[in-house]
């Protein structure tokens, strides 16, 4: 039981949400890049693009970001 509440908190794995006009990615490595059009997020696999218009990081720390804007298209490679 201790070890599935342990899992549960500390998870490691990548997340990514998608919402209207919003992207949350939880568990990512760095931003590589940022501006209005494109957010290029970073993780242990790969990379997550972000195209979009009017894109603002909104909320940024440790393990979580959320990209809000027009999202147009996201791309992982």
Known sequence: MLKK???FIME??????IYHNK????????I???DNNKV???HDK??????????????LVTDEVLVVGKINNIELK
């Not at 490691?12 to 949400?17: A, D, G, Y």
């Not at 992207?23 to 760095?30: A, D, E, L």
């Open 5 to 7: 509440v342990r899992d």
């Open 12 to 17: 490691e794995e990548l997340t990514i949400n």
């Open 23 to 30: 992207v949350n990615v939880v568990n990512y490595s760095s």
């Open 32 to 34: 590589g890049h940022f």
């Open 40 to 42: 290029i997020i970073n």
């Open 46 to 59: 790969g990379k997550i693009i972000i195209h979009g218009e009017k894109l603002v990081v909104s909320k």
